[in-house]
C-alpha cells in the first residue's frame, strides 16, 4: 500500500531579484518516509524548504498539506500545521540553556510565569526517549558546535511534527551523533512523520532515505526510489556531468619540518601533543566532536594559550602567540563555524572576501581602500571556487549556504605569505563537485610547499587527501597514521 501524501508541491516558481531559486518544481512528500533532497550549492533546496515553512512565499505555485490547499504566511502557521525545521544556519540564542531553547517561543507557564522546572523535566525525558546526551542546563554558548546542532535537533522534535525538515543536519556532527540521530530518524518515521534530508553526504543520503529528490540550477531534475539510484548517478543528475574521480591523486611533496609541537597541553582539553607538520605536507586531524582537534587548531593560531609545552614554527619556538602573530607568520586558519567566525552579515561579498588583505594589499582601512584591487582580488577568490552570486556588491546574507562556506575559506587561499594553513571542516555545506576542487586546491597548496593541517569528520575525505593522519581521543593524538597504512576501519577504532 502507498502512503498517504502528506505535502504537495506544484509548479513552484520563487524568484528573487534578478534570479530565479527555484523553477517549476513539483514535489510530493508521504507520511512515514525519509525523504532525501540533493543538489550542487545554490540549486534551490533551502529556498524550497524555507517556502514550505512559510519563511518565503511562492512567487507562483501551489502547496498541498494533508490534501488541502494551503499558503503559509508565516512560520508559526506552518509550524501549527504540524511542520518544523532544523535550519541550515544554526539558529540558538547563545545566553539561554539548551533547554530554555527547546521551548524557546513554546514556554510552559504555571501561574504566568515560565516553570524552568518543567520544562527541565520535559527535556530530560525528551532526550532519554531519542538518547541524546547533551547539557542542556548550561548556555548553549558553551558548547560546541555538535552538542548545538543536538539541541536544535531536540528542539524541533519537542513537539512531535507531521513533517520535519533537516537541512544539512550532519555537517558539524561526527560519525557517532550521525548514528544517534538516524536512530531517531528512524523512529520517528515509524510513527509516520515525514522527513526532508538535505545533506551533501552521498553515504548518509544512501543510508537513510527512502526516495532522493535531485535538484539542479532551481529544477527538480529527478525523484526516485534509494534502492534504485547509485552515487555515481545521483552525481550526474547533479552536476549534468561524470565525475570520474571523488578525490585528486596524492603525490607526496612533503619536504622539512615546518610545525612541531613538544608535550603540548592547555591546562584544560589538551594535553602531551607532539606532532609535526612538514612543508608541502597535508596533515588531517581525525577524532570524535571534543576530542580536541578545533581545539588544538585554535591553540596553534593563537586564539587560545599554551599551558604546557612547546610550539616551533621552522624550528624556532613561538613563545608568545596571537591571531595578528600567526598571520605575521604565515600561519592561517579557516574556522569551523561561518556564522559565529566566518563571515560579516553586514558587509558584501567583496568586503567579506578580501578583509584578510585590508591592511597590507589594498592600503589603508575601510574609506581609503584601493576599489580596483579589491575588486579584483575578489573575483580571483570567487573565481576559485566557483562562488554562486549575482554581484559582488551582494549581501552574504543573500548566498546559499555552500557558497558563504567558500567565501570564509577563498579569502585566505590568496594570501602568498601563507606557510601553514589549518582548514577545520572546510567542506562543510559543500557540494560534491566542489568539494573535488577544494581537494585539487589543498594538494596544489602542497605542491607550492605549503604545510595543510585539514580537519574532518568526514573520513573517507580525509583519507582520499591526506598524506598522514593524526587521530585524536580525549584531548590528545593516540595514534600517527602514514598514507600506506590508511584504513578506514583501524582508524575508526582508534577514535572510539
Ligand atoms: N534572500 C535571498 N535573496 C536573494 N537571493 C537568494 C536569497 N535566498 C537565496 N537566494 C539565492 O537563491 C539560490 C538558491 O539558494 P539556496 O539557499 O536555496 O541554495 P541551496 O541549494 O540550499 O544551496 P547550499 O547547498 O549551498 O545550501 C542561490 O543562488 C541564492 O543565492
Ligand atoms: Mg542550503
Known sequence: MKAAVLLEIKNLIKSFPGITALNNVDLE??????????????????????????????????????????????PKEALNAGIRMVYQERNLVPSLTGAQNIYLG????????????????????????LGIDVKVDVPVSKLATAERQLIEIMRALSQKPKLLIL?????????????????????IKDEGTGVIFISHKMEEIFSITDRISI??????????????????????????????????????????????????????LLHDINITVKAGEVVGFYGLVGSGRTELAELLFGLTSKKKGAIKLNGEELETLSPSLAIKNG??????????????????????????????????????????????LAQ??????????????????????????????GKWLVNENMKLIIMDEPTQGIDVGT????????????????????????LP????????????????????????????????????
Not at 580571483?380 to 559582488?392: R, T
Not at 577544494?438 to 568526514?458: C, H, N, P, Q, T
Open 29 to 74: 512528500i508521504r507520511e512515514g518516509e525519509v525523504h532525501g533532497v540533493i543538489g550542487e550549492n545554490g540549486a534551490g533546496k533551502s529556498t524550497l524548504c524555507n517556502i514550505i515553512t512559510g519563511i518565503y512565499q511562492p512567487t507562483k505555485g501551489d502547496i498541498y498539506w494533508e490534501g488541502k490547499k494551503v499558503t503559509f504566511k508565516s
Open 106 to 129: 513554546n514556554e510552559i507557564t504555571k501561574k504566568g510565569r515560565i516553570d524552568e522546572k518543567e520544562i527541565m523535566s520535559r527535556v530530560r525525558k525528551l532526550q532519554a526517549s
Open 167 to 187: 537541512d544539512e543536519p550532519t555537517s558539524s556532527i561526527a560519525e557517532k551523533d550521525v548514528q544517534v540521530l538516524f536512530q531517531v530518524i528512524k523512529k
Open 215 to 268: 535538484f539542479r540550477d532551481g529544477q527538480k531534475v529527478y525523484t526516485g526510489d534509494s534502492s534504485e539510484l547509485s552515487e555515481e548517478l545521483v552525481i550526474k543528475h547533479m552536476i549534468n556531468r561524470d565525475l570520474s574521480q571523488r578525490y585528486p591523486t596524492v603525490i607526496p611533496h612533503a619536504k622539512g619540518k615546518l610545525l612541531e609541537t613538544v608535550d603540548l597541553g592547555d591546562g584544560r
Open 331 to 376: 600561519v592561517l586558519l579557516t574556522p569551523e563555524d561561518r556564522k559565529e567566525h566566518g563571515l560579516f552579515d553586514f558587509f558584501d561579498i567583496k568586503k567579506n572576501a578580501t578583509i584578510p588583505y585590508v591592511k597590507e594589499k589594498l592600503g589603508g582601512f575601510m574609506g581609503a581602500i584601493k576599489a580596483k584591487e579589491e575588486k579584483t
Open 380 to 409: 580571483e577568490i570567487a573565481e576559485k571556487l566557483g562562488l554562486v552570486y549575482k554581484n559582488l556588491k551582494q549581501s552574504v546574507t543573500e548566498l546559499s549556504g555552500g557558497n558563504k562556506q567558500k567565501i570564509v575559506i
Open 435 to 458: 568539494k573535488f576542487e577544494i581537494y585539487i586546491l589543498i594538494r596544489d597548496l602542497a605542491k607550492m610547499g605549503v604545510g595543510v593541517i585539514f580537519i574532518s569528520s568526514e
Open 461 to 496: 575525505e580525509l583519507l582520499g587527501v591526506c598524506d598522514r593522519l593524526y587521530v585524536f581521543k580525549e584531548g590528545t593524538v593516540v595514534t600517527d597514521l602514514p598514507r600506506e597504512k590508511f584504513d578506514r576501519e583501524k582508524v575508526l577504532r582508534y577514535a572510539l
